[in-house]
């Protein structure tokens, strides 16, 4: 018998919980059987067990027009692949999704064969759409295929809107969907990768002023976390299609998540049993008036600290007037030799926006990340920061220490975690002598949280 698995538990009271989903399975011998099996045994080893599970959609390979064919795949998914759970100990919670909810038909055999679904959601999304509340918690999730406003990457707005308006009294939120919002790794493709632009920027308001704590979601064969205005996007996609994964940086895994009074914690743990990946959110950063004031020009690095993964700057100054393009450096950090500066923050193009470019490996092109415009010859003060556990969504900003995070927009599937700490650092300049690319505005000056890029 395998040796059980060591689960997070709350921090006093709070909800413990398994975030997986995309196996695509469902189908006798075939290839995702084996790899779906794999992650399960995974989940089956967690001790303690969790209190519920979230599968946010494509449970089986579906997308067919013969509705016996349709059923057979959730028969051989529910009675045979998930045999082992029990699921009256552990309730099973689905999205709807592209394999499984393309079609009239194949929204109503989802509503008939997961009848333990609640119905309370929208009259015409009848064991589509739904809301369960588990005492300080509640979880809505939503149909973003709906073939009533068009299928794949439309859902409905104005019911989530009421629905958490009415629980407003819940401590914790979540909003659970099968497409992302944001764009994932570099793939992006309104409706067929994620919610389409006519719904999305109304769907994440929502999530805002509801104080939803994040929105959980699948689809793209990857994990990935986001902030966007201090809402999180995690994706897990990595129940069982293994041949569509990008293999260096993408694997089979599960999620088992804690949710209690100081915040959410997750480990991502792969088919061996071995947490891949992490987070603790939100962080907890001192003042910014209480962070380290560094000097112009280049500097050695600071010593890391190997216990926090999280690296932040409050920047200030003046914009510079002139809108010609130039790129401007705020800071540089790297070491001797001649490769590019494996970390660069500083303003680009005529908009001056903000941009942070990674380089870890030498003769390998940088990776962008973009923020926020400033406004030319206008006083700005923000902060930026980098942190290792979050993979592409880790390249952080926000306005001041009372405003959320948001994550900068990026096409890269990776982040900071491949960083090496560097020896030098530069600022208001770039490396000395090699690219002098200096700030162009006034006043600049930069204070900084001195952890870990690792």
Excluded at 24 to 48: D, E, I, M, W
Excluded at 90 to 119: C, G, I, K, Q, W
Excluded at 356 to 363: C, E
Aim: glycine share 10%; hydrophobic share 40%.
């Amino acid at each position: 018998m395998p040796d059980p698995i060591a689960a997070l538990t709350p921090r006093g009271p709070g909800h413990q919980f398994v975030l997986y989903g995309d196996s695509c399975s469902g189908v006798p011998g075939a290839p995702h059987q084996k790899t779906f099996a794999a992650v399960n045994a995974v989940v089956s080893r967690l001790s303690p067990s969790p209190e519920f599970i979230i599968f946010p959609g494509d449970e089986i390979v579906g997308l067919t027009a013969d509705e016996d064919e349709l059923r057979a795949q959730w028969r051989h998914w529910l009675d045979v692949e998930m045999a082992w759970l029990d699921r009256q100990a552990v309730p099973l919670y689905h999205t709807t999704a592209n394999h499984t909810t393309y079609d009239a038909m194949s929204e109503r055999v989802f509503a008939e064969m997961l009848p333990h679904l609640p119905r309370n959601g929208p009259p015409d999304q009848q064991g589509l759409t739904y809301f369960v509340r588990r005492g300080d918690l509640l979880l809505v999730f939503v149909h973003t295929a709906w073939s009533g406003l068009g299928g794949e990457g439309h859902v409905e707005t104005d019911w989530l809107d009421e629905t958490l308006g009415e629980h407003a009294d819940a401590r914790y939120k979540f909003v659970v969907g099968h497409h992302p919002v944001f764009p994932i790794n570099g793939f992006s493709g309104e409706h067929q990768r994620e919610i389409g632009a006519e719904h999305a920027a109304d769907f994440w308001r929502i999530l805002v002023e509801h104080n939803v704590f994040a929105y959980l979601c699948s689809h793209i064969l990857a994990f990935d976390v986001q902030v966007h205005q201090g809402v999180l996007q995690i994706l897990t996609a990595g129940a069982g299609t293994a041949h569509r994964m990008p293999e260096d940086v993408e694997y089979l895994h599960c999620v088992q998540a804690v949710l209690d009074e100081q915040g959410l914690r997750y480990q991502v743990l792969d088919t061996a049993g071995q947490v891949r990946e992490s987070l603790s959110w939100p962080p907890t950063l001192p003042p910014s008036n209480r962070w380290t004031p560094l000097a112009h020009g280049e500097q050695a690095a600071p010593t890391r600290d190997e216990e926090n993964p999280i690296t932040a700057w409050r920047v200030t100054g003046t914009a510079a007037a002139d809108r010609a393009g130039p790129a401007q450096t705020l800071i540089a950090a790297w070491s001797p030799g001649g490769a590019l500066a494996p970390l660069w923050v500083g303003l680009t193009g005529r908009t001056q926006r903000l941009t942070v470019i990674l380089a870890p490996t030498p003769g390998r092109s940088p990776h962008y990340w973009f923020g926020p415009d400033l406004m030319p010859a206008e006083p700005f003060d923000l902060q930026i920061a980098i942190h290792a556990g979050m993979g592409p969504g880790g390249i952080l900003w926000r306005a001041d220490d009372a405003s959320p995070w948001s994550s900068l927009r990026a096409a890269s599937a990776w982040g900071a975690e491949r960083l090496d700490w560097p020896e030098r650092w530069c600022v208001g300049v770039d490396k000395a002598g090699v690219e002098d690319r200096p700030f162009g505005g006034q006043d600049l000056s930069i204070s900084a949280l001195l952890p870990a890029l690792r």
